[in-house]
């Protein structure tokens, strides 16, 4: 009888080992898939916009966070993208798009721009946000004088290959902005709105191929006065706004700065277009 109750007690030891282990390893699949999710999220919700609205995790970010700062928004987009497209099958125009959007996102990561949204042919940028940057007007211009750069890099590759070259204009704007999730309680999204990034998104519609414009109040910020190199372009009256608008283009950067925006490009095209052919 002995034998038999240390025997029994054996056996509940046993399996009270493997439920203990299996609970174990059940929590550490959980852990596993709550960082996996978390990693995933983040993709769409920046870590620094967690920190921004004061958040703990991005599990807690919640539709109606947001902040009023000082920012910087740029509309990048394809000139004359539906006459283009007409002639293209989807995966041809998909492919495209993914070509010249990679760029943009290069770009964007070398002076610390956040990819708001892709928008058919347009890309939305923000900087200063999620993480704040003092230079963020600066980084803007900067990184619009990059973007086309690596566009008329990518044309003269594409043109070699016999495939069609693209062209965009870019218009930036800063100003008070309202950054935050917006959308429903089934469907929110990281974005800015107001009345800056309104006119930001307008100039684009002045802007022609290869062009990159600014509003003059942006241009006349001291952060801009010595670094860029632009052009007065025009005064134009914009629907829904009163006054009169008036824009530069910005033709280059400071002298300083082209040797380093120059070696960004290099390195972006080696990385991202040339690897692709290769």
Do not use: W
Not at 3 to 19: G, M
Not at 47 to 52: A, E, F, I, R, T
Not at 67 to 73: F, G, I, Q, V, Y
Not at 186 to 210: F, H, K
């Amino acid at each position: 009888r002995r034998t038999v109750q240390v025997t029994s007690l054996k056996d509940r030891l046993e399996r009270e080992k493997a439920r203990h282990k299996k609970a174990v390893e059940n929590h550490r699949q959980a852990v596993t898939l709550l960082r996996q999710t978390e990693h995933a999220f983040s993709r769409l919700i920046p870590h620094q916009l967690v920190k921004l609205l004061n958040k703990a995790s991005i599990l807690d970010v919640n539709l109606g966070d947001n902040a009023e700062r000082n920012l910087t928004a740029m509309f990048s987009d394809i000139r004359n993208f539906t006459m283009l497209s007409e002639n293209m099958t989807p995966q041809e125009v998909n492919s495209l798009l993914n070509e010249y959007f990679d760029l943009i996102a290069q770009a964007a990561h070398v002076y610390h721009g956040h990819i708001d949204k892709f928008m058919g042919d347009c890309a939305m940028l923000v900087f200063g946000v999620p993480q704040y940057d003092a230079q963020h007007p600066l980084q803007a211009v900067r990184c619009a004088v990059l973007i086309q750069r690596l566009i008329e890099a990518l044309n003269q590759r594409r043109i070699k290959r016999n495939e069609v070259a693209v062209h965009f204009h870019i218009s930036c704007n800063s100003g008070v902005m309202l950054a935050g999730n917006m959308g429903s309680r089934d469907r929110m999204e990281y974005t800015v709105v107001g009345d800056a990034v309104n006119l930001a998104s307008r100039l684009g519609g002045i802007a022609e191929a290869g062009q990159i414009i600014i509003a003059k109040p942006m241009r006349d910020l001291p952060l801009l006065a010595d670094e860029i190199v632009s052009v007065e372009h025009a005064t134009i009256r914009l629907r829904g706004i009163h006054e009169p608008v008036a824009t530069h283009q910005v033709l280059d950067v400071a002298t300083a700065h082209q040797a380093y925006l120059k070696q960004q490009m290099q390195h972006i095209l080696r990385r991202v277009v040339d690897h692709k052919v290769a």
